[in-house]
């Protein structure tokens, strides 16, 4: 089955895969820029492995994007803590990690090289790691089988297969079983995610399978130290605004309306409007609806905190949305209606009531915030109303979703240790 499925990758997949990228190119700058930096990959490697000595352990992280790194990040920490003098490899799939990570502990920061046989080859010849270690989702068949190949270990953490994944669907699993049982450990999220796993893998030399956590619940909470110490302040205190973060078009067809409504209800009730694409026309768009609305805006343009008094603030800057939440009493998180929801913990280590759309099961935090009654999920703009409307009026009700949100995330503190303890040992 392991020849067939590498038989189907190499010649169907691979190759139909690499077609759509390229038509996608001509369209999208984002895969042009991706294009480009993994033309460079392997040259990148080939000055990297002329610093290398005998005695240098090479460990190889690989994350999608910056938000996978937030994973990777503590985890990396950790390890350079034990294993002082070890050479780190970080690869991404995408601009957003490659050009937004700046981390001290790394010392190679590449594009994951294409995921052909050759090129592959090339990179683990060039880099020899001690072991491959991958965040969450993004794995490569070709990668993973050239490892396996050369008895390097590779490891999966942070791994989450959610109900109804198509990874156990019959015939497909048989391809995803080839990959996922060349792992020699995968680390699952929480006991739903290791039962499917261990559906997928299980027989002989199955990989080493542990419920260990997700260490980006240990950096949220790490960056958010800070900001903890100067906002000691009840969220009762702060000013009455919701702050609507990594924004998709998507999600402006079923939020913009119900939320204008709700300023026009609530006149103490202010909004700051974060895109995920701060692109003009994104901006501009947002800036004429509520203007016509008759809410006077202001962008905010630096990355200062400084948030003007009006009642709408538009972000045109990166980088801001983690602090901004500590301006807040209430989030909408982005992303729900089309890719995924982007990052609930952070405006709930903020003390914030979150809302988000329904793609949001393949995350584990948004489930945690709905059973704790800190998170909500939203459907329709009558949803949306009608939960702003109860946390903008019954002060208890918004204190005790306010607290749920905030314990989610003290309740999962600690999985970064535990996976460094178990890269290390296992």
């Not at 984002?30 to 352990?57: A, C, M, V, Y």
């Amino acid at each position: 089955m392991n020849l067939i499925s590498k038989l189907i990758y190499n010649f169907i997949l691979l190759p139909l895969l690499m077609i759509l990228t390229l038509i996608g190119a001509l369209f999208n700058k984002k895969i042009r820029t991706g294009i480009s930096g993994r033309l460079k990959s392997i040259d990148s490697l080939k000055e990297f492995s002329k610093q290398l000595k005998p005695r240098n352990i090479c460990y190889w992280f690989h994350a999608a994007s910056y938000g996978e790194y937030e994973q990777i990040r503590p985890v990396l920490a950790g390890l350079k803590e034990v294993e002082l003098h070890a050479k780190i490899i970080v690869s991404f799939f995408s601009p957003s990690g490659y050009n937004n990570v700046h981390d001290d502990h790394i010392d190679c920061k590449i594009y994951l090289p294409f995921d052909f046989p050759w090129t592959i080859r090339k990179a683990m010849k060039l880099t020899r790691p001690k072991k491959l270690i991958f965040a969450a989702y993004d794995i490569w068949p070709n990668l993973i089988w050239s490892a396996h190949r050369r008895k390097i270990h590779a490891t999966l953490f942070a791994a989450r297969f959610v109900k109804g994944t198509k990874k156990l669907k019959p015939i497909i699993r048989n391809f995803y079983r080839s990959v996922y049982r060349c792992f020699k450990t995968i680390y699952t999220v929480d006991e739903s995610d290791y039962l499917r796993v261990q559906n997928l893998i299980k027989g002989q030399n199955s990989p080493v399978l542990r419920v260990l956590g997700n260490p980006r619940y240990d950096q949220v909470k790490y960056k958010a130290d800070k900001f903890t110490v100067a906002h000691t302040e009840s969220v009762l205190d702060r000013e009455r605004r919701i702050v609507a973060g990594s924004v998709h078009l998507e999600d402006e067809i079923v939020i913009m309306d119900a939320l204008a409504e709700i300023l026009k209800k609530h006149e103490d009730v202010s909004l700051v409007w974060v895109p995920h694409d701060p692109d003009d026309s994104y901006i501009s768009r947002a800036e004429t609806f509520f203007s016509n609305h008759g809410f006077e805006c202001k962008r905010l343009e630096k990355k200062k905190v400084k948030i003007p008094n009006v009642r709408v603030v538009l972000v045109s800057v990166v980088g801001l949305l983690s602090r901004l939440y500590w301006h807040g009493q209430i989030a909408y998180i982005g992303g729900g209606f089309s890719t995924g929801v982007h990052n609930t913990m952070e405006p709930a280590i903020a003390r914030l009531p979150v809302l988000f759309g329904p793609r949001n099961e393949q995350f584990h935090a948004t489930g945690e915030l709905i059973k704790a009654g800190g998170g909500f999920e939203v459907k329709t703009p009558d949803d949306i109303k009608t939960i702003l409307d109860k946390l903008l009026l019954d002060k208890d009700y918004f204190l005790k979703c306010s607290f749920a949100a905030t314990d989610v995330i003290h309740q999962n503190l600690g999985s970064a240790t535990r996976v460094v303890r178990g890269i290390i040992r296992d």
